[in-house]
């Protein structure tokens, strides 16, 4: 029997055909030996085909479900597991990173050596985005429910301790899995760190399109806030 890969990466993924690729290959350089599991909501591209051929794991939702949805499939199914009496580092990331998501490493280094239990990565350079009123929203609401103030509240890129993830298993629903999962922890007693990595994704404008999703994330923070009282 193989050993328990001391690393397993939760990557979640929509439509993210044109750049999933190159994240999974900056993953498998970053964590070698790591299990690579892609949570694919419901993609109409060739995402899940893409995961298959680069054979890594895949979890698919047969519907959409949100992101927090098919990351949940995904965590619950790596529970399910058994990786005792050493449970692996989980990194939870996007598959818009590309070449980027080699920058994740010291997530992973910072929890396995003991300096913090759950460990966020905050992009170093902001890209795109519109006027930051989710964002502060969701740190607003973080501070308030937990006392914790974050410069990354929001932030999908994170490594946490094995025994972590059943205590923020399942997460909220679509954008509000972040907010909620550091709150979460938070409560429970875990300690959090974030660190500036040299990262780039698939942002969003000032555009239709990009206020429409930002008001969708500030419904799912305003959901989160309401919800952990």
Not at 62 to 67: F, H, I, L, R, Y
Not at 150 to 160: D, F, T
Request: proline share 6%.
């Amino acid at each position: 029997m193989s050993a328990p890969p001391d690393t397993v990466v939760i990557v979640s993924a929509r439509n993210e055909a044109d750049r999933l690729p190159a994240t999974l290959r900056a993953l498998a350089e970053a964590f070698p030996g790591a299990q690579v599991v892609v949570a694919d909501d419901c993609s109409t591209d060739e995402t899940p085909h893409i995961a298959l051929q680069a054979g890594v794991d895949l979890v698919r939702s047969p519907a959409s479900v949100g992101k927090g949805g098919t990351a949940t499939l995904a965590a619950e199914r790596m529970l399910a597991r058994s990786y005792e009496p050493d449970p692996p580092v989980f990194v939870l990331c996007d598959g818009d990173l590309g070449t980027s998501a080699g920058q994740l490493a010291p997530l992973a280094a910072a929890v396995r050596d003991g300096d913090c239990d759950l460990a966020i990565g905050a992009f170093a350079r902001r890209v795109g985005g519109g006027f930051g009123i989710a964002v502060r929203f969701a740190g607003w609401a973080i501070e308030r429910r937990c006392g914790l103030r974050l410069r990354a509240p929001i932030s999908g890129q994170r490594a946490l301790r094995g025994e972590l993830l059943s205590v923020v298993v399942p997460f909220a629903p679509g954008f509000g899995m972040e907010t909620a999962m550091t709150i979460d922890a938070v409560r429970a007693g875990y300690r959090l760190r974030e660190f500036d990595l040299d990262l780039e994704h698939r942002a969003t404008g000032r555009t239709l399109g990009g206020f429409v999703h930002r008001g969708r994330q500030l419904i799912a923070f305003a959901r989160v806030y309401l919800g952990r009282r």
